[in-house]
């Protein structure tokens, strides 16, 4: 499916049981149901809702700019030595901001993993999704899909920039070695 | 600091409960607490509501309680602690009344999971962690950061998806016990290992399910418990803790290590040795969210080794009778899990047993009148470890 394909299908879902209310309301005089399993009766609620946040990145922007170069860059405190993944540009240890950007490893090992089979609505456009966390070459965790069928906590795999679609957008990913 | 008790208990029927709204479900739990301690609106100082929300259309659930049941205008305030919310409100109450801020306390937990579609919910649970690095990309479920535990704990620890299994059938045993329990039906182990994979190496029959219910408990401080009641509970110690947001900011998936730290707080406290811990307590509730949970509270408890805990399941050493009962009200598997609430009905669940008014079938033996209960939220994001007693504890 294109993302075109999700997003129409979605506003059709939500047209449709927009309708459905209306048609509940015209009947009835009121948006109450009687709920099928239950026979409760249930308000539907009129007011629409709808939540897309906005989500400040200006102070890790480099590692976004590192995706666009191939990279999966996190931050290193030059005080201490601390390696941050997710990066972050605050060492609070420290009290000190401003860190050095790093470069992640290639090289983990699995060490948890899970298969998302009921998926949030909002990932059920995917296929099941593997889930890891991997061990990376320095010491530091990383949490990403892993691109294979067969996983299990010991596998070695690679961590790399991939574009995730059908959305078209930069992020990263395992694959086996 | 004062000694303080637990007064009066209450506890709603759990499961799809929408035969009532927010407020009419917790008023159902409250009532019934005022009754059992015989007290009034008036004689209750402050309130603390805890409830998650965001399935649910009330914004403000503690003055919506509050005025619903004649609360107003006392102090209160609502607490979140993901699916420990129970526990904190409950800290929040103990801690007002142990400081001697006030003599009379209501903790009320409260969620109704179904005012949103399931999927609306499985999306809204799998935000709670970080939002942005762990599940904006990758669409974690809460079963997921659960399976990632059991995927490392099989791994290290050769359990088995049958040792899984028995959390499951022990806990839907007793659910079967309980009439407040949402699944009040045993189940086998052959329709356990049939169950549709949510997130593998999870199944439907290892989660708790989507569930609304209420529970409430009065707390009052040693001279006014003394009025009320000759029979208090007394909260003895609490051990609380918290674990990074991110999971792989974690170096261990086999524990669950605020659970371990919240527990060793608790029972420096109350003077209790860890390796031995299960000799102290008649009865435990942990919080078996999905069944690999349950395990390794076992071990975060002192309950079993490192390592051990799944072979305490496969022994059936947590029934009635065995090392140590656990969730013998269900649990949050068969019980039900309505988030905020899950926390207080552990709190009843113990007060319950410990005075010998567990429903026929759930009853432990009481030789030490000490129980424990071990609420986690999120996975492993907060955890309260709390120590009951009939014995008043020396100050």
Redesign the interface.
Known sequence: MSVNEVREKLQKEISQSIRALDSVIRANGLPIINEQKTNNSLWIDVREIDLRYQIPVKKVSKFFEGLKQGKVMATKCPKCGSIYFPPQDDCPKCKISNLDWVEMPEDGEIVAFSVVNVKPPSFSHYQDYVVGIARMSNGVNVLAWVNSKEVKVGMKVKLRVTKREPEGYLTYEFIPT | MRNVAIVGTGHTKFG?R??VNLQELAWEAIKQALEEANLEQKDIQYFAVGNVGNWS?EELPAVVIGEYCDLTPKGTMRVEAACATGSAALRDAYLAVKSGEVDIALVVGVEQMHQSPN??V??LI?RAG?Y???FE?????F??YY??????YM??YGAKEEDLGKIAIKNHYYGARNPYAQFQKEITMEEYLKS???????KLLDSSPITDGAAAVILASEEVAKKITDSPVWIVAQGVASGTA??????D?THIEAAYLAAQQAYKKAKIDFENSWKYFDVAEVHDCFTIAEIMAYEDLGFAKRGEGHLLAREGQTYIGGRIPVNVDGGLKAKGHPIGATGVSMAVSITRQLLYRAHKGTQVDVKNGMGIAHNVGGTGHYAYVTIFSTRRPST
């Not at chain 2, 990309?137 to 479920?141: P, S």
């Not at chain 2, 399976?147 to 490392?152: D, I, N, V």
């Not at chain 2, 994979?197 to 999870?202: H, R």
């Open positions: 799809v929408t035969d259309s999927p609306q499985i999306e799998g970080d942005f690095w762990e990309n990758f669409g974690l479920t079963p997921g399976a990632l535990h059991a995927s490392a791994a290290k549709k994979p949510v997130a593998y190496p999870l991110n999971l792989s900011k974690r170096t998936f």
